[in-house]
Every structure is written in C-alpha cells, then in structure tokens.
C-alpha cells in the first residue's frame, strides 16, 4: 500500500465516522429537544443572582420562572434594587407587585452589659460550638451568645456585632433570605414585615426574679403589656409575651409604657427602637463581671 | 517484662493514645459516703430516651427508695426518691450539665433523714423467668453508669432474630482521674458477679468477659480470686490505653471482632455493660430496690480531699464539691471525664444517674487557654489516632467550610463516637471533635426538621 492510499484510507474512514456521529447528534437534538421560554434567562440577567432564596424559591432562575407563570411578582425579589423590578414588570407585563418589605429580627437585647455570664467559655469561636458546651456559659440559657455566628453567614453584610456583642441588623441591607435564622444554635432570630413593628426582644422562659437575676432587659412576665394591650393580641405563653402578628393593626405603642424591663419593643420604619417609658434605664457602658 | 511481650501481647486494638493517667490521687481511697444535701435536684431526663413521668405532688412526702417517676415509655425509666423528705415542687427549668434547662423532682431533706433504704421487697431470683427479670432491671432504673446512661434493660431484649451470646463487662476506665470502677471492682466484687449472673441469665448469655486495663492488676486478681472453677465469666486484663473503654474498642480487644459500622454490639452476639451498672444491679435487684445512688470520682488539681463518693443521684454539685473540699481558685468543672465529659456552666447542676466523675481544675494547671490554633498541616496524627479508622483530618476541614452532609454521606461522621484523640494529637491545636459534634447536633437538626 502505498503512503497517499493510507492517508486517503484514514482520512476517508475519520470523515466517515464524523458524519455518522454528527447524524447521531442532529437526531438528538431533534428528538430530545427541549423547549425553554428565552425570558427565563433575559429575566435571569435582570435579577441579582445572589441565589439568597429570600424570595421563597431556592434560587434565582426558579424565581425568573416563577415570574414568567405568574406564581411569583417582581416586587418580592427584596435584593434587586426597585428599578430593575421595575424592568422586569414592564418586561413581562406584569403587574410589579406590593413590596412587603421584611427583615429579620433578633429576641434578645442581653448584651454583655446588662446580661450576665456566669462561666467564660473557651473554645472555637463560634455560637453553634459554645451552645454544645453547657449552653455557652451566659447565664440566661435562651440568650445571645454573642459570636457571630450571624453576622459570618449574612451574604449582605446586613448584620454587625455591636460592642456588646449583639448582632445588629442593618434594615436597609436586610433581605430576609433566611440564613441567619438558621443559623443561631439559640433560634433568635425572626422574620418581620416592617410593618410588624411591635416586637419581644426576649426568649427567657423564667419568671419575675429569677429571670432578673440573669439579665436586666429580661421579659419577666409582669403580664403589663397583656394586660394593657386590645385583648388578644398579646398572650403570656410559658412566661413570656407572645404577639398575635395576625392581630398586627391593634399593635400600638400602648404595650411598651409600662413594661419594667424594657423587654418589649416598639420598632419605627427606619430601623430605630424605642422602649417604654417605664423601663429602666441602662446608664453601664462596660461589660458586667463574669460570675 | 519488654522481651516477654513480644511474645505474649497484651490484648487491644489498633490506635488511640496514652494521655497522663493522674489516678494516684483516688485509686487508692476507699469508697465514701457522702451528707445528703439540703435539697436534691432529679431531673427527669437523665437518660437517653423519653423523660420519666411524675408520679408525686408538690408537699407530698417520700421515703428514701420510694419512686418518684414512671417510665415515660419502653426506652426510659423511673425515678426513686434519695432521701427522706418533702418534695418542694416540679420544677420545669433546672440547668442540665448540657444547658437546656429541663423538668425536675426537688426534694427538700428532712434533716432525720437516715441513709438506711427502708423501701424494697426481698425477691428470689431463681424463681424470676426471663421477661420478669428484665421488668425488674427497668422497675430499678438502671441506666449505663459508665456514661452513656443507656437504659440497661434495652439492651437485654436483642431485636428479632439476634441473641446475645457474650458479655462484656467493661471494667476499663480509660479515663484519666476516674477511679470509681477500679474501687467498686475491689470493694464490691461479690455484688459484680452476682449482678453479671443475673445478667446473663436475663439475656441467656454463653460466656461473660471482665475486660480490666493492666494498670489495675489488683482489681483482676482480686475478681480471679471469686471465681469458680470452669466458670462462665473470666477476667482479662487490656492494654491500658484511651478510649480502651469505648464498647466498640473492648470488643475488638477481647474478642477481636469488629462492630459493622452503624451498627450495634448486638449485630455481633454481644452486650457490653459497665462494672458500677453490674454491681448496682447486683445489689438492688435481689431487694427490687431502684438505683439512688452512684459511687462517683471527685478529683483534680481543684479540690482539696480528692475521693470516690457514694452520692444521691440529685446531689447539686455546689454540695459536692464543697464536701470535696473545692478551693477558691478552682475554675474549671467537668462532669465524666476530662476526655469526653462535660464542661458545666453552673454549679447547680445535679449529680445525674450517667455522672462517674467530676474533675475540678485549677487556673495554672489550665494549659489550654491561649493556644492558637493553626492551619492543618496533613501530618496525619490524627489518622493514627483514631480509634475506628477515620479521616479527621479531611473531616475537619469539610466541617470548616459547612460541608455537614458530605462528612456524613461520605466519611462515616455517624461512626465517630467523639473520644477525642485527634483533637488530643493535633498539632495545629485544631478542636476537631468539637467541629463534629457542631455537625453531628447539625445534622441531627436538619434531619428533624426533613421529617
């Protein structure tokens, strides 16, 4: 056989074989195509592809599909900026939505100046690693632990520990995807529409002096607030008060007045606080004595 | 003795390590009893499985052995009253050396109190079938006393189509300070054997090993000395080495089989009990009395009169160690043993059925504090350490990035019984087992909230 018979044989056969398996591959295309709405992905662009989940989906192309069937709105996505949403409605032509917007909240205001810590923990720095050892040593069992275990998770770089070792929430950056209620070892944190503006920034199932041996901002479970309050709306569950949010329009400031510890929040709609009148004052700025 | 050795070895497994013993501090006091205290704490969850129920009133009287709490189920047992006295209240919040707080019995003590049980029914045991035996272990309330507080009466009644064929009572006490087992071999060895007589009636057991470690050479000749010609129960010495005391760890030292992994000594024919759980049992079976107390190892830097205690079940630690003699300076408590007990936040936690020791350190004997922690540097200590051959290492660093369902899917987390040793032998200062008990209470969690 001579050298251009070979090259020609070889060339022949990989041209041959190129084709069958090209026709392999048109067949396939055309039997196992399929179809997909191109919105999806020109919806997919316009949203944030931070896959935070907060709008209830588990990322942000099942989220563009759900807007293109109508089961999701625009307005829900809470980390796109209004505009972009805004984009999208008219892409769609869809209604944009009612913004609701939530963020998420902590039940604990026992920072390391008014709650005690009975036993100093050493260890791995983080929540979840001091909640398995004995609790974490703070003295009220349901309280923060104060390692930011939140603030690593939060994707937004909403949540910050204050000097007393309390994560706080930046309502702004907020977008309730959820994270960092999973993560407390404690279940601190909830999610609340803003408009939810009465809050229990406590989780202490003990009562009167016993919980005020361990925190000075601990809901002692006067029963004040229940008592004050359009009936209903809040109820002493296992010593504590517990909102009815289904209630939420009979909420008013007249729960917090007269609330001894300050234990009960009232929430404005730009993320300040305010407690009651009645509520103590804490004037200590330095870290209580471990013990 | 070193050139004998190669020749005959001692038995034991592969792995683990040999932390500093510090037993010379108790092993060789006689077991003591304690003062009741004031007011006794019984939560109702002391064990593994459902909480017992109340079967008493606030203001109502009891009488030391009397029960106080039923069974809340087939894997719980109830609760027997240790002292005379008045019961306070049922309190829900009482600190648990955990730190969830739980339900509890309180019990003030009548100051008459007297440490003789006046409660109890003499019962012949031979005339007892099978099924009667075994409702009496659960009616006494026995749990694991080595630690795990396993209601013992499960592990009598093998699931369908398995038998228990050997015993294994672990008389090890790997655990350095602990020598409540060690004393309670000396003292009460009468009491051991008639308790693992019974047992192997109840379970219908061929054979029953003692697996003691060769630093208690004393306890082994002193169990030889009691038993019988071509008796059913021998008693082997084992290496003294951590986690020697492990069930799984006993079971491949004596009769080198190995546990499957995710399953249970049952899979292979065995039950393995603790030496306090056989002698206790021992004693208040033939008398249908209920376990009120335990014999529990007070040590450490921390205290100034180091012992082992015969204590209620319900004692608060803040009365223990003020027996004990506690210094002022002492900072640090645990619970169990220094390996695997717990660290406690408060001192009003009780002395539960499960608690063997309670080690007490001092601030300059506390080396750990200040020890960074460096990156792993894959020198592999670890993997030599671990007892059943897994990859702590690998599962460290997959713990440090989240990935929880991985370490278990593909690296047998589920097995590790968190003894440890490759937090003991790392360089780098890394806490592993803290790291898989993070993932471990994590999956636990997810799978929770899954169902």
Partial sequence: MTDVTSIAISVGFMALLGSVLAMVLILANKRLFVYEDPRIDDVEDLLPRANCGACGSPGCRPFAEGLIVGTFQPAQCTVNSKEANKLIADYLGVDLGAENKRVARLACAGGSHVAFIRASYAGLNSCRAAALVSGGGKGCAWGCLGMGDCAVVCDFDAITMNKYGLPIVNEDRCTACNDCVEVCPKDLFELHSINEQLFVACKNLEKGEEAENECEVICTACERCAVDSPEGLITMQNNLAVIDYSKNDLASKVAIERCPTGAIVWFDKQGGYQVGKDAKKIIRKEMLPIG | ?451
């Fill in chain 2, 1 to 451: 003795m070193g050139l004998f050795n190669l020749f005959r070895r001692t038995k034991t497994f592969k792995h683990g390590v040999h932390p500093m013993a510090h037993k010379e501090q108790t092993a060789h006091l006689a077991i003591k009893r304690l003062p009741f205290a004031p007011k006794m704490v019984i939560p109702l969850a002391q064990h593994i499985g459902a909480p017992a129920v109340p079967l008493v009133k606030p203001g109502q009287e009891v009488v030391r052995g009397e029960p106080i709490a039923e069974a809340g189920g087939f894997v719980s047992v109830p609760m027997h009253a240790p002292v005379t006295g008045i019961v306070r209240s049922i309190d829900q919040l009482v600190p648990t050396a955990a730190g969830p707080k739980t339900p509890a019995i309180i019990i003030e003590t009548y100051e008459a109190s007297r440490q003789e049980v006046l409660y109890g029914l003499e019962q012949d045991l031979e005339s007892l079938s099978r099924e009667a035996l075994i409702e009496a272990v659960q009616a006494s309330g026995m749990v694991g006393l080595g630690g795990a507080a396993f209601p013992s009466h499960v592990k009598l009644l093998p699931p369908e189509g398995k038998s228990i064929d050997t015993l294994i009572i672990n008389g090890c006490e790997c655990e350095p300070y602990l020598t409540c087992d060690h004393r309670v071999m000396l003292e009460q060895t009468d009491k051991l054997l008639a308790g693992i007589r019974t047992i192997m009636r109840a379970t219908g057991a061929r054979q029953a090993i003692i697996g003691v470690e060769d630093n208690k050479l004393d306890a082994v000749s002193k169990i030889r000395e009691k038993l019988v010609k071509d008796d059913a129960i021998t008693c082997e010495a084992v290496e003294t080495k951590y986690p020697q005391g492990a069930e799984k760890m006993l079971i491949k030292s004596l009769l080198n089989k190995e546990v499957p992994s995710g399953g249970l000594p049952v899979d292979i024919g065995v039950a393995v009990y603790n030496v306090g759980t056989m002698a206790q049992l021992g004693e208040l079976i033939p008398q249908s009395r209920g376990l009120i107390e335990r014999v529990v190892t007070v040590s450490g830097p921390g205290v100034s009169k180091p012992g082992n205690y015969l204590v209620p079940i319900g004692t608060p630690l803040r009365f223990l160690m003020e027996q004990a003699g506690s210094s002022s300076d002492a900072n640090e408590v645990i619970v169990g043993g220094p390996m695997m007990g717990m660290t406690v936040a408060s001192l009003d936690v009780p002395v539960t059925k499960g608690v063997s020791g309670v080690v007490v350190f001092k601030e300059e004997n506390e080396d750990q504090k200040n020890r960074p922690v460096y990156p792993c540097i894959k020198c592999g200590a670890c993997l030599d350490a671990c007892p059943i051959n897994l990859n702590p290492s690998m599962l460290g660093q997959l713990a440090s990035v989240r990935q929880y369902e991985v370490m278990e899917t593909d690296y047998h987390l589920k097995d590790c019984f968190e003894c440890g040793c490759c937090s003991y032998v790392c360089p780098s200062n890394i806490p592993l087992t803290q790291y898989f008990r993070i993932a471990k209470a994590i999956n636990r969690e997810t799978k929770a909230v899954a169902a």
